[in-house]
C-alpha cells in the first residue's frame, strides 16, 4: 500500500514562484525519520541480546534495556535531531560489540568473522568519527593482550575482522574528504596484534 501524501501549491508575493508542500507519510522527510526510529528499535534489540549473552540469561538483557530507557536522554540524541549520522551508525556499533563478545567468549568461525566484517562496515560507512571509536576499541583490546587478559588466537581474528570492515568502507567511500583517514588508523593495530609474545606483560 503506497505511502498518504497530500501537496498544496503556496501563492507566495507578486513576482515569485509558486512553491509546493506536501505532507504525509509519503514525504520523504518522514520517511527519512521513520528509517531512522526503525533503525533504533533494532539498537534497542541487539542491545537486549547482547545483555543476555554477555549476562547469561534473559535478566541480563531486560537489566540492559531497562538501563537504556531509564537513561534515554543520555544515551541518544535521536528524539531531538533524527539526521544524525550517529542515528544510523549507532545500532551497528552494538551489533560490532555482540559480536567481538561473541568472538572472545568462543572463539572465531568464519560466519563469526563475516559477521563482524559487516557491522563493522555499516557503522563506518555513515560515521563521520569511526576512526575514534573503533580505534578506541581495538586499542582497548590489544591492551588486554599485552596484560596477558586475551591470547593471540583470540585477538588476531577480531582485529582482522575490523579491519577488513574498515577498509572495504574505506573503498566504498572513497569520495567522502575524511575517508583517507581510515585504514592509516588501524593499520597499526592490527599489525601489534602480530607481534611476538615478548610484548605481553606477566601480572
Keep these: ?13 507578486e513576482g515569485m514562484d509558486r512553491v509546493t ?3 504525509g507519510a509519503g514525504d520523504l522527510s518522514v520517511f ?24 547469561e ?3 541480563g538483557g531486560l537489566v540492559t534495556v531497562s538501563a537504556f530507557f531509564f537513561n534515554y536522554n543520555e544515551c541518544t540524541r535521536v528524539q531531538w535531531i533524527p539526521p544524525l549520522r550517529e542515528s544510523f551508525s549507532m545500532p551497528f556499533l552494538v551489533l560490532v560489540s555482540l559480536f567481538m563478545s561473541v568472538m572472545l567468549k568462543e572463539g572465531a568461525t568464519r560466519r563469526r568473522q563475516v559477521g563482524l566484517v559487516l557491522a563493522t562496515l555499516l557503522f563506518a560507512l555513515p560515521c563521520s568519527s569511526v576512526s575514534f571509536v573503533l580505534l578506541t576499541n581495538m586499542l582497548s583490546l590489544f591492551g588486554s593482550y599485552v596484560l596477558g587478559f586475551l591470547s593471540k588466537d583470540k585477538l588476531s581474528p577480531v582485529l582482522d575482522s575490523m579491519f577488513s570492515g574498515v577498509l572495504y568502507c574505506y573503498v566504498v ?13 588501524f593499520l597499526l593495530p592490527c599489525l601489534q596484534s602480530r607481534f611476538p609474545a615478548q610484548l605481553r606483560v606477566s601480572c
Design 1 to 13: 500500500m503506497p505511502y498518504f501524501l497530500e501537496c498544496y501549491t503556496i501563492n507566495r508575493a
Design 21 to 23: 508542500s506536501c505532507v
Design 32 to 55: 527519512y525519520v521513520n528509517g531512522i526510529f526503525c533503525l533504533l528499535g533494532l539498537q534497542v534489540g541487539v542491545m537486549f541480546l547482547l545483555g543476555c549473552y554477555l549476562g
Design 57 to 59: 540469561g534473559i535478566l
Design 173 to 185: 567511500s572513497v569520495p567522502q574528504h575524511n575517508a583517507h583517514q581510515l585504514p592509516v588508523c
